[in-house]
């Protein structure tokens, strides 16, 4: 079976200090990568997108960067947290908008 | 590109009451459709979705949608409210093709009184 696995579930950083959360989905080959930032009071903002190994698409310019060194793990890094990086952080897979999208269950940041 | 808009951030219902939350969505070709429930400090749960086919979808926990085109419109209802449904929902819409990018509106907060 298809499943997806995102850790840690919750996290506090202090600002300045660099960060690496990571995403692997299992039982499929060549999937769509995603991940998404919810903040408080905000929608799910869609930040990096993967269509394959290497290939990083990016949503939104901002203090993050993704990377994807195999095909089926995501990494979302940061090298200097800022306070405005807090926030809950959503993985997501799929291999066709037809099929639907599976989530993980996602990373909760403080960053102090 | 495509967009979504979910029309009031906080929706208040009583018990048994129905539930109605709006979404209309921006699309230059025929979207594929989703709504999302997420209760606190969790991950998203599939409701129901649109991709082709019959217009009048139906989902997990009673709720349904209808697709309209010509409103360009996706909205979730359910017949009789129930506590357990109070959590945050969220539309979506994807144009598929090589990206497959899900974007999401900002989500309706439901709170279901007794």
């Known amino acids: 079976s298809q499943t997806i696995h995102q850790w840690p579930a919750t996290l506090v950083q202090p600002v300045g200090s660099p960060l690496s959360l990571e995403c692997t989905v299992e039982?499929?080959?060549?999937?769509?990568l995603y991940w998404y930032r919810q903040a408080a009071g905000r929608g799910l903002q869609l930040l990096f997108y993967?269509?394959?190994?290497?290939?990083i698409s990016s949503e939104v310019p901002q203090n993050l960067s993704a990377s994807r060194p195999q095909d089926r793990q995501f990494i979302l890094s940061s090298k200097k947290l800022l306070l405005s990086d807090s926030g809950f952080y959503l993985c997501?897979?799929?291999?066709?908008?037809?099929?639907?999208?599976?989530f993980g269950s996602g990373t909760r940041l403080t960053v102090v | 590109a495509q967009s979504v808009t979910q029309l009031g951030s906080h929706v208040s219902v009583s018990e048994g009451a129905l539930v109605l939350l709006r979404c209309n969505y921006s699309?230059?070709?025929?979207?594929?459709l989703f709504w999302y429930v997420q209760y606190p400090n969790q991950g998203l749960q599939l409701l129901l979705k649109?991709?082709?086919?019959?217009?009048l979808v139906k989902g997990i926990n009673g709720f349904e949608a209808e697709f309209k085109k010509s409103e360009t419109s996706f909205h979730l209802t359910k017949p009789s409210a129930h506590m357990s449904d109070a959590a945050e929902y969220f539309c979506?819409?994807?144009?598929?093709?090589?990206?497959?990018?899900?974007?999401f509106g900002t989500g309706t907060l439901l709170a279901v009184q007794p």
């Open positions: 993967s269509v394959g190994i290497g290939q």
């Open positions: 649109y991709t082709t086919g019959a217009t």
């Open positions: 979506a819409v994807s144009l598929g093709g090589a990206t497959n990018k899900l974007i």
């Open positions: 699309s230059s070709v025929p979207p594929y």
């Open positions: 039982g499929t080959s060549n999937p769509n």
């Open positions: 997501a897979w799929t291999m066709d908008s037809y099929y639907g999208y599976t």
